[in-house]
């Protein structure tokens, strides 16, 4: 059963209001980066330790501001929104911007609450993926890309993680759904993703890190 909300819903929602209501649930990346010096390819033992640690230290982000840059292509549509957001541990806010600066949401949220303002208006849900659908129209599993975009697979469900020459993830492969990591970079000395691509079918999002404060 989907979520009900407190007001009603719009009969139809603008288009770049629906863009910019994937593109906030899509995107998660930033950081005061610095590229890391090339390194040779590593053997499989070594890129399974490095894989390991990794995953230790990624686990422990929960709290963190970013800011970054999205290009998102659906059915339809295609365009680029910038986005800030801000994570303490299950709780969130995510401001998105469209051209020339102009807010287009923002949104507040826990594990099983959700709310979004946009237009003047708020909804409320009891999870992302069922407020993006009555929205939208679009079911897509947004809560898996809290993981993805710091290059984990959600411990939710069954994956295949892919491992570089470095011993981070090249590719995830989830429900569905194919993550690739294009390029890492170090940010706040940590390993993370400075440009990745999430698609499954003709939805495909690439996303570039700006700016990543870790708290």
Not at 58 to 76: E, I, Q, S, T, Y
Not at 85 to 113: C, F, M, N
């Amino acid at each position: 059963m989907r979520t009900s909300f407190s007001r009603s819903l719009p009969r139809t929602f603008s288009n770049n209001l629906k863009l910019g209501l994937l593109v906030c649930f899509v995107a998660f990346l930033s950081g005061c980066a610095s590229t890391p010096k090339p390194e040779q390819a590593l053997s499989e033992q070594e890129r399974q330790a490095r894989w390991q640690f990794h995953q230790q230290q990624l686990a422990m982000l929960d709290d963190w501001n970013l800011k970054g840059r999205m290009g998102l292509r659906v059915p339809g549509q295609s365009g680029s929104l910038s986005l800030e957001w801000q994570q303490s541990t299950a709780r969130y806010r995510i401001y998105l911007d469209g051209p020339l600066g102009q807010s287009v949401a923002k949104i507040e949220g826990t594990e099983d609450h959700v709310e979004l303002e946009a237009s003047g208006q708020k909804y409320q849900g009891r999870n992302p993926e069922a407020l993006l659908f009555e929205l939208t129209g679009w079911d897509l599993p947004v809560s898996l890309l809290r993981y993805w975009v710091v290059g984990l697979p959600s411990p939710h469900s069954q994956s295949n993680v892919q491992l570089n020459s470095q011993g981070y993830p090249e590719r995830i492969s989830q429900q569905g759904w194919q993550v690739e990591y294009l390029q890492y970079k170090d940010f706040a000395g940590i390993t993370l993703p400075a440009r990745i691509k999430v698609r499954q079918g003709e939805v495909q999002a690439t996303l570039v890190a700006k700016s990543w404060q870790l708290n």
